[in-house]
């Protein structure tokens, strides 16, 4: 039995057998080889490299005739790094001194060459990166393995272990089939935990390297609760995992009773609960959880999710079945936040740096102004059907925001123009989520309809943390007494504008920090759908005045370690059913 301890991203407990994957999506069936077999694989790689050399040969020679000598080429190059001395002898090396298999010493070695020439920084390293994945694809094949889709259609299923995820490999994980994940990379505010939570599959990221200590076929456990992950469990540790599974189950399920009351304090004081979602079809989820709406539609999972550039047909058949299905709920789509850790089919942008401080979010729109267009015709007229407001993403400067509200106008005026019917009126709102934006924010509030706080990004730009990776992840806090001041600023500035503030990042699905928002005076709640049961059970557990103490109490502590403590340790005793543990 081993137990590994990581982050916990996505909660639930999913157990079964551990599906194995490397980087470039090959199912890597065994990491490690028994001492008696070491000979035979370092013989299996051997022939596997001869046969890569072969099938390079056939490709080159193939290519120089169809397309010319100098794509030939290209194939020649491949084959000197396949039967590089110095490769040759690192991958022996594993197999033979740390009883890697072959796979899994290929796909480390393999893995490392394309980081650092990623690392380079400029195009041309760039594109060696990618020849060296080429080559590693072909040394894959050569060893018996096809691309894990493959696999998948073959209708395995079981627990997912692998390097990392993007949140568009996440997004479209067959949750039939993929019971959850851990991964060795990745913190606990990316985008691919925020599509695990969506998606409702319990996951671990950032647990180190520990794919090397698995075996193919073992049982594994992810404790998406406690970040906890367990390969091999004995049969007491399998059992107490199902029971609690259990147990967590059955408690939900109660909470989910709620649905149809309203989040509403005991002193009478509504809340507003609305539903964060990436994909129309979680307007189902959202429904059953209660959700009075759409806080937060991410639609560049639209692009994550497809193959091409979704034209502006497949944006407004997505919007407005999102709105129909509504019925005059509201519905905030927020325009495209690519960039960073989302990246479409084919990158928007160079290779950057530092993407998240890059080419992101409003940014890349306001660069790509057929892309922002296409958008924004789509949401004007999904519009018609319903309750939809549009708000920009990342805004930092007055001038984005009105540049955004500027393009947002001419497509509305090109729309009437050509005889397309568009409300007179869409609500405008921008997300509030650099601080920039909130030491300005008395400048901004006039000139819209609504904010949205995203703590998500508000606490990566304010702590200089980034939100998606592990090493960090211990900084990175929303309630950071730094963050909650940016909040609390936000708020009560809005209060006075009389501009509707709304708290859309994942802050929100936390019921402790909920609370704490309601006491800083948000009326406005936009969650996960799967947390909604558990905070509107809390809302409804408390009146304003524990709320506002409570929020008036985290504000005078210095770090946010304490607030994390008082606010927990609070509520354990505001909402005593809430708070117990697995
Ligand atoms: C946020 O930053 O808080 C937010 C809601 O947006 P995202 O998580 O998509 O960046
Ligand atoms: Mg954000």
Redesign the pocket.
Known sequence: MLELQGIAVSPGVAIGQVLILDQEGYRITRCQVAPADLKSESERLLQAIEAASVRLDVDREISSRTLGKHVGQIFSAHQQILLDPSLQNELLHLIRDEAYSAEYAVSTVFNRYAQAFRRMGSSIMAERALDIRDVERVFLEALGGHPTEDRFDKGETGVLACHDLTPGETARLDRERVLGFCTEIGGPGG?TA?VARGLEIPAVVGLGPFLYRLRGGSTIIVDGYRGRVIVNPDEQMRVQYLERREDRQSRAAKLESNRDLPAVTRCGTEVSLLANIEFPHEVKACLARGATGVG?Y?TEFLYLGSANEPSEEEHYQAYSSVVKELKGLPVVIRTL?LGADKMGHKPLSEQEHNPFLGLRSIRLSLRNPALFRTQLRAALRAACGGNLQIMFPMITTLHELRTARMVLRQVHDDLCEEGIEVPNHVPVGMMV?VPAAVLMLDRFLPEVDFISI?????TQYTLAVDRSNEYVADLYMAVDPAVLRLIKTSVDLARAHGIDVSV??EMSSTPAYALLLVGFGVRTLSAPPSALPGVKHAIRAVTLEQCQKLAARAMEFETAREVDAYLMSHFATLVPELALGV
Do not use: P, V
């Not at 995203?454 to 508000?458: E, S």
């Open positions: 985008h925020i937060l991410r936040d989520e995203g703590t998500n990004d508000l859309c990042g």
